[in-house]
Each structure stands twice: as C-alpha cells, then as structure tokens.
C-alpha cells in the first residue's frame, strides 16, 4: 500500500521530472529556431539587396522590404555591355553538361571494371585510384596548365572538359565501384551464359541498375563545374568565353571600392545560386546520401 | 588453335583492362606525368615563355631565405585551420546531436541546417563580402541588435580572417548530415545497457556516444583540414589577400607565383610544399587517432 504522503512526493518528483523536461524541449527549440534564423538571414538579405534601387542598399539600418521592388535588377544584371551574362550562362552550361555527362559516363565504366570484372593488377590499382583521392590538384596544376597550352587548348573549353572523360575522378570511381559491388553478382553470370558481352552487360544491365548512384554522382559534378572558379580563371582568357564565375568576378571588379553596386551583384549572384538551391530542393535524398557514403562507407 | 586457347584466357583480363582504360590514361597524362614534370620545374627557372632553365635547389633555397610572403602564407594558413576546422567538428556535432533527437518537423530543420552547405563559389563569396561591410552590411546590422558596435570586418587586419572563418561556418551542415548518419549507426542497445547501469545522461554521452562517433570525427578532422588548406576563393574575391597581408593564404601564394607573374618553376616548389604540409598534418592526425579514436572491430577481435 502506497501511503498517501508518499503518493504526494512523488507526485512532486514527477512534476519536476517533467517541468525539467518541458524546459529541456523549450530550450532546445529556442536554440534551434536562433541557429535557423542565422543560417537562412544571409539568404534573406541576398533577396532583399537584390529587390532594392541603388540608393535603398546604403540605408542602415537597413530596410528588409524593398519599396519599390526592383525586378529590373535581374534585367540589367543581364544586359551589362561590359559582362554579357547571356553568353556566360550559356557558356557555363555547354561546360557543365558536356563535363558532367563525360564524367558520369568514364567513371561509371571504370567503376564497373574494378566492381564486377576481374583482371590482373585490379587491386593494385584501386589503391592507385584511392591514393590519388589524397593527392591536392596543385602538385599538377602547373604541369597541367602547360600541357594544355602546349596542346594549343588555353582560352578553349577543351581544359574544362576534357580531363573528366578520363575517368572522372576518384572520388566519383569510388562512388560507383562502392555502389555496383552490391548488385548481385548471379545477374552478370545469367547475362554471361545468355551470350553478353562485357560491354552490352556494363551499359544493359549494371548501369540500369545504378541509378541511385548515377544521380548522387551527377549532382556532384554538377555542383563541383557549375561553380569551379580556378579551372575557368587559368583557363579562358577572352571575356566572349567566360562561366558565370568569372562574369561575377568582373560585375564586381567594375564596381571599384566604396560604389560597388550590391543590388545588382547580389541579383547576379542569386540566378548563378538558383539552379543549385532548385537542384537541392527537389533531390535533397541524392544529395545527402553523397555525402553519407562518402564519409561513413569511406 | 593455341591463339584461341590464349585468347580466351587472355580475354577476361583484356575486358578488364579496356574498361578501366580511360582511367589508367587519364591517370598517366593527367596525374603521374604532370607530378614528375612538377618535381622537375620545381628545381628550375620557368617563366613560361622561355624555357625551364635548372637551378637544383635554388627554389627551395629562396623560399626559406627570401620570400617575405611564404611564412606568413603558412601561418595565415595554418591560424585559419587551426581555429576553423574544430570550430566545424564542434558545431556540426553539437549540430547533429540536436537534430538526431525526437522533434517535430525534423526533415524541415535538417534542410534549414543543410542548405548553405550546397551552394559555394564566387557567388556565395560575394555574399558574405555584402554582409561584412562595415557600414551596411548584414553582420553589423545583427551585433547592433544587441549592443555591439561591430568591428570593419573585411578591411580591418585584425578581422578579417576570423570574418573568413564565420563565414566557413555557414557551410558546416555538410559534417553535420555525416554526424547524423553516424548517430543513427550507435546501437541503441549500448545506451539501454549503460541506462541499466545506472550512468546518467552526460556520462552515457562521453562513454558511448563519443566514442561510438569518433571514426566519424576523425573522417571530418582530416576532410576539414585538408579543404582548409587549401583555401582560395573566398579569399582571392572578398579580400585579395589583404588588408596588410592577414588573409594572404598559402594557395593565394601559389597562384600569383604561377599566373601573376608566370613563375611557374618557384610555384611548382610551392605545390609541393603544400603537399608536404598536407601529408605530414594528416599522417600526424591519423598517428594520434589511436589514442581518441575507438573502432568497434578492436573488441570484436579481441
């Protein structure tokens, strides 16, 4: 029998049990909301410079809804004589896409050969494949850079793209070997006995199957050309040739110090942001499990 | 008839061969080749037009005796990494705990958290240049809100490097979803084993979490340190290595050797450098690890 006295106490117990709790939740909800807060405001901030007329971005403390809103900062971000974003979004996306589609392409196949074929030196040199993960690009940068002039490729896309059909990358190998070593193996001796070659059983049934790495693999090189700033600023001279990049760096370097003009920077920079932040929005999955398989299967 | 024999034996291997064969020459004209060309120009003269003239050691020689700029790249360079990548294994793990627990909306929130890591580049550097400006801008504005009259950022020498290192914690989600994905890998039987043992919440964090976690830590360590190293566009577009030097980072270094004034022989020793440092911090980062860090598998085999 539980006496009333000791019924009462631990009535008191639970309640401070749970009032703790309770406090625990707020707290943690609070810390939670400030750290959103500081994490999504810059992105605020880029809308709203981006929105305002000239003379609005120098207000401080600053306003957060422009009056007027000034969709034309869009338009002459656009129409700049000095940088033709026209051209340089166009450029950025022949780059892109030719470089994405080799990358996948080349790194699939090389994934598939370490995954499900077996040959001589194979595991030797996968240990390559993951040592060169460790080497920085600057040990080659120099070389590189004059091995594409001395192929007469400076000022051309050919140094931003052609690299990536041989291979693609270590990392984006790993990803696929990583990904293709759990398709069962019984598919490639049934597709075997069914007469297949290697190359029909590579592009006609793993490469089907791997879908999930395929996507995760392209966001990757996706991101990784869409904003690489170093390849195009060694490698392409002529303004006609220039990424998105590059156009940003001049939009910025006309402003000189102390009259930069914010809005349009910031309208300039937020369209080269939206196909990435609309890419993450809509494959968000892909996105994380890159970066998961990388580091916890890694 | 005995070509055949051989073919076949032979056929395996060659199907192997072809398919990785856009690698191994990538790997041969890309990455082998252009090392042992760097080794070369890094003991010549090469200023691109002419060319590399041999001059032994003599790079190495001028970058300890007579480059004003190469000790304090390194030490611009390693202050950055030193401060900033155990800020990002502390935030993003603080970060994860937070969002590993039982909360409403926690897709939302992770995206919320996740989301500045994915975009990079020169544009997210222009970004943050507009938000340290010192009379307009986005962080002056906050430190204002409560009472803290902020410091010129971007153009101060004290400030401008801590600017950069606040500036790379926007992008900690990326070790932040790692950190999750490795709380999740705890089994939850080790905690109900220790609750039954009567430890309390603190203890059960730094006697199984922690160590649980820790290959994941080190996996962020090294990641972290060796980006961190490397640092260059945010630097190159927001302060161009000023003011006085204080963000003149050892990649800065590297690049206006080669493609400012076309010293690509001294830059190829700078490279190498580079990767010198980056090998000895990781190896040194890997040596300690047997100390902190904790692999299930060491018991098991036991």
């Known amino acids: ?199 029909w059983l590579y592009a006609r049934i793993i490469l089907p199957l791997s879908g999930p790495a395929l996507a995760t693999a392209a966001i990757f090189s996706f991101l990784a050309h869409w904003n690489d700033f170093i390849g195009p600023l060694i490698y392409l001279n002529s303004v006609s040739n220039y990424t998105l990049s590059l156009g940003l760096r001049i939009l910025q370097g006309y402003g000189g110090y102390g009259i930069q003009r914010w809005n349009l920077l910031m309208a300039a920079s937020l369209f080269v942001m939206l196909p990435v932040l609309l890419l993450f929005f809509f494959a968000q999955k892909y996105f994380i499990q890159g970066i998961v398989t990388y580091g916890v299967k890694g | 008839m005995h070509k055949g024999k051989l073919w076949r034996r032979i056929r395996p291997h060659a199907a192997g061969w072809l398919c990785a064969s856009p690698w191994i020459l990538g790997f041969l004209v890309f990455t082998l080749g252009p090392m042992i060309w760097s080794i ?127 500036m790379s914690l926007w992008g900690v989600g990326g070790s932040m979803v790692i950190f999750i994905a490795g709380l999740q890998g705890v089994p939850q039987a080790l905690y109900e084993a220790a609750e039954i043992d009567g430890s309390n919440a603190v203890q059960r964090f730094w006697h199984v979490t922690v160590p649980m976690v820790s290959p994941v830590i080190l996996f962020n360590l090294i990641i972290g340190l060796i980006a961190a190293l490397q640092t260059f566009t945010q630097a190159f577009i927001m302060t161009a290595g000023g003011p006085k030097q204080s963000t003149h980072f050892f990649m800065l270094h590297l690049y206006n050797n080669a493609f400012q004034w076309l010293k690509m022989g001294y830059a190829s020793a700078l490279a190498w450098v580079l990767f010198a440092y980056i090998l000895i911090a990781t190896l040194f980062v890997i040596r300690s690890s047997s100390l902190w860090v904790f692999y299930e598998g060491e018991i098991k085999g036991r």
């Open chain 2, 40 to 166: 070369y120009y890094s003991l010549t003269e090469y200023p691109l037009i002419r060319p590399p003239v041999w001059v032994g050691l003599d790079n190495y020689r001028f970058m300890l005796q007579e480059d004003k700029f190469f000790f304090n790249s390194l030490r611009v360079t390693t202050l950055y990494a030193i401060v900033a990548v155990p800020l990002h294994l502390v935030m993003g793990f603080l970060m994860a705990l937070m969002l590993n627990q039982k909360i409403r909306y926690i897709a939302l929130w992770r995206t919320v958290y996740f989301l500045p890591s994915v975009v990079s580049g020169v544009a997210v550097a222009l970004l943050w240049q507009w938000i340290f400006n010192s009379d307009f801008g986005l962080a002056n504005w906050l430190l204002g809100l409560v009472g803290i009259d902020g410091p010129s950022w971007l153009l101060s020498p004290t400030w401008a490097l801590p600017a950069l290192i606040i």
């Open chain 1, 1 to 199: 029998m539980v006496t009333g006295v000791g019924t009462a106490a631990r009535h008191q117990v639970d309640f401070r049990i749970r009032a703790g709790r309770l406090l625990a939740r707020t707290s943690l909800y609070m810390v939670l909301s400030l750290g959103a807060f500081l994490f999504l405001v810059p992105f605020v901030w880029m809308v709203s410079t981006a929105l305002k007329e000239a003379g609005d971005v120098m207000k401080f403390p600053p306003e957060w809804i422009p009056q007027p809103v000034l969709w034309g900062n869009f338009v002459e971000a656009f129409t700049q004589d000095y940088a033709p974003f026209g051209i340089f979004f166009k450029n950025t996306i022949v780059i892109t896409a030719t470089a994405v589609f080799g990358q996948l392409l080349s790194a699939s196949l090389v994934g598939f050969s370490f995954a499900r074929l077996r040959w001589w030196g194979r595991d030797y040199l996968f240990l390559v494949v993951l040592a060169t993960m460790m080497l920085p690009y600057q040990v080659t940068l120099v070389p590189v850079f004059v091995l594409m002039k001395v192929l007469g490729w400076i000022d051309s896309f050919l140094p931003l793209i052609v690299p990536f059909y041989l291979g693609g990358g270590a990392f984006y190998i790993f990803l696929f070997r990583q990904f293709m070593m759990t398709i069962p193996l019984e598919l490639d001796d049934a597709a075997r006995i069914d007469g297949c070659g290697t190359l």
